[in-house]
């Protein structure tokens, strides 16, 4: 087992499906988290709220329990949008090379006092920040990396409504 203490796939690699939510406040902001590699500390990169399915766990009912655990925020699987993206990334983290099947969802909820409460231990180590990025800000001041990388031309145009058409990403390798 590797150090994500991930399943492995026929391939050998740590490999797990992931939900994960674009979270918008009622000033459509974006809920943003930033992150680094405990195996190279000086890595930073921002992300979506959200982690791994556990075993017989929908993707819908995943998301709402990730956004509980990482933020506080309740949600209710019938509140969220889509699934609106599928991403299949492989990227290093923690000395590693990972896959990992993501479903992007939408939902809206009211800016408050984040919770770090339902952390795990690992997301207590390698996640920096939590924070609202109006996404003009976002685009203009983010230096560090951001995955998926055109998530903020998907939020702008998820933030009012959705279309109805998920999008299919790969992102083959990740730094």
Same mark, same amino acid.
């Given at each position: 087992m590797s150090a994500l203490d991930w399943p492995l796939d026929a391939d050998g690699y740590p490999h797990r499906e992931a939900a994960r939510v674009l979270l918008f406040d009622d000033?459509?902001?974006? #809920?943003?988290?930033? *992150?680094?590699?405990?195996?190279?500390?000086?890595?930073?990169?921002?992300? &979506?709220? *959200?982690?791994?399915?556990?075993?017989?766990?929908?993707?819908?009912?995943?998301? !709402? %329990?990730? !956004? #509980?655990?990482? &933020?506080? #925020? %309740?949600? %209710?699987?019938?509140? #969220?949008? *889509?699934? !609106?993206?599928?991403?299949?990334?492989?990227?290093?983290?923690?000395?590693? &090379?990972? %896959?990992?099947?993501?479903?992007?969802? !939408?939902?809206?909820?009211?800016?408050? &006092?984040?919770?770090?409460?339902g952390w795990t231990l690992l997301e207590r180590s390698v996640i920096d920040a939590q924070r609202w990025w109006d996404i003009d800000e976002a685009e203009a001041q983010i230096e560090d990396d951001l995955y998926p990388a055109r998530i903020l031309q998907y939020a702008r145009q998820w933030r009012g409504g959705w279309d109805g058409q998920m999008i299919r990403l790969t992102d083959a390798r990740e730094p």
């Open positions: 000033a459509g902001r974006l #809920l943003l988290a930033k *992150g680094h590699d405990e195996d190279q500390p000086e890595r930073h990169w921002w992300f &979506t709220i *959200g982690g791994g399915i556990e075993e017989g766990e929908e993707p819908r009912v995943a998301a !709402v %329990r990730e !956004v #509980l655990e990482e &933020t506080g #925020l %309740r949600l %209710r699987p019938e509140d #969220l949008i *889509g699934p !609106v993206l599928y991403r299949c990334a492989e990227f290093d983290f923690l000395a590693v &090379t990972a %896959r990992q099947d993501e479903w992007f969802f !939408v939902a809206h909820a009211p800016s408050t &006092t984040l919770s770090r409460q």
